[in-house]
């Protein structure tokens, strides 16, 4: 209780030991030196409690999917530069297995695939707009690992199933992986490739040089004027970039695959029901090639004896869409808008593909031998 009296009684107890030292000095014998004695004044600080700064709660999950609907379309990040997975076509209009997967939810979430914005990133933009939530889909070849996972969002399901490889020019002299060492290798930036090229060298103790590039389309561009031995991505990627080249024969993919490289959709951290949602459609594509249902024959499905058919489209039993705020059709929308899973891929990629021909292998339906597998949808 006496705190606030303190600070008085520290200034009183100063002067009085002051005056007390003039009082009994006694003056030295003449010739003698004066000794000067130095009062020290201390002050005595005396803590004053303060307050305490009010704790601010953590920011609450972004509801993603409240924002989409405000909006009226789904944000898509993508690219413009890939043949057989974002391109632009003849009337500038971005198509491409990614995109038609964006068109999909969009389908799902809206009636209608067109309520899509893609907005191109980079390999290096990629993980700061999901992280940002700049984007509401991250679809552009995009490898699912653990620290992405951790660190940028949340992966949904498989959609393509790849591995990292090699092209060289065939007049290169190169004929095998035992011919690199000491090359200049082509790579993008920020990249599982490049940390996977780093790795396969430090692995077979060679030497590289390795010629980096942020934008994708440099490094192609740097291959073909030879400032480099070698190039690297994808496979799927090699082949595309090779299909747009003057002399695609010139050009040699290698037998060879040093990664595994799942290509999953991803959406920004913080709402299940968006994530649920995009998860979702994709289930449907798959599930639809599984169960023969395709973008012609839709409506005439509805009226299939099949049950897992008629959940799927809406027909029979809630599959989700009351929970998930969606309609009964969504999933049948989705279907109509750009069909099934390999009726996107042959669109792009298959024998009669408008950008390369590229076999599924991995990505099979599990009952034809591959890996492509969804959940059921009931």
Request: proline share 6%.
């Amino acid at each position: 209780m006496f705190r606030k009296y303190f600070p008085v009684l520290a200034i009183f107890i100063v002067l009085a030991l002051a005056l007390t030292a003039c009082g009994t000095t006694e003056q030295p014998p003449a010739g003698e030196p004066i000794t000067v004695v130095e009062t020290v004044i201390v002050t005595v600080e005396v803590p004053v409690e303060v307050p305490a700064e009010p704790v601010e709660a953590a920011p609450v999950a972004e509801d993603i999917f409240s924002r989409v609907l405000d909006r009226g379309k789904v944000v898509c990040g993508g690219r413009t530069d890939l043949a057989g997975f974002g391109m632009l076509d003849a009337d500038g209009k971005n198509i491409g297995f990614d995109i038609d997967f964006c068109r999909a939810v969009a389908a799902a979430v809206f009636g209608d695939p067109d309520a899509v914005e893609v907005v191109p990133l980079t390999a290096a933009d990629r993980g700061p707009a999901l992280q940002t939530a700049e984007v509401d889909i991250l679809s552009r070849n995009v490898t699912w690992t653990s620290s992405r996972d951790a660190q940028w969002g949340n992966f949904t399901n498989v959609m393509f199933y790849d591995g990292q490889g090699f092209m060289i020019r065939k007049d290169s002299g190169i004929t095998s992986t035992d011919d690199f060492d000491g090359a200049t290798v082509c790579v993008t930036s920020g990249t599982t490739t490049e940390q996977n090229l780093s790795d396969f060298f430090r692995q077979n103790e060679m030497e590289y040089e390795a010629v980096i590039f942020e934008e994708t389309p440099a490094v192609y561009s740097a291959y073909e004027e030879e400032r480099c031995d070698v190039t690297t991505s994808d496979k799927s990627q090699l082949a595309s970039v090779r299909s747009g080249f003057a002399d695609p024969e010139a050009h040699l993919i290698l037998d060879i695959t040093i990664s595994k490289e799942p290509l999953t959709p991803a959406v920004p951290q913080g709402d299940d029901t968006w994530f649920d949602i995009v998860k979702l459609v994709s289930f449907a594509l798959i599930n639809a090639e599984e169960l023969g249902v395709t973008q012609a024959n839709v409506e005439e499905m509805k009226s299939s004896t099949n049950i897992n058919v008629l959940r799927l489209l809406g027909e029979e039993g809630d599959w989700g869409y009351t929970d998930l705020g969606l309609t009964a059709d969504a999933l049948a929308n989705a279907i109509l808008a750009v069909g099934n899973y390999g009726e996107i891929y042959d669109r792009y990629m298959g024998p009669e593909g408008m950008s390369f021909t590229l076999p599924r292998g991995p990505n099979n339906l599990w009952s034809n031998g591959g890996l492509i597998y969804a959940p059921p949808v009931k």
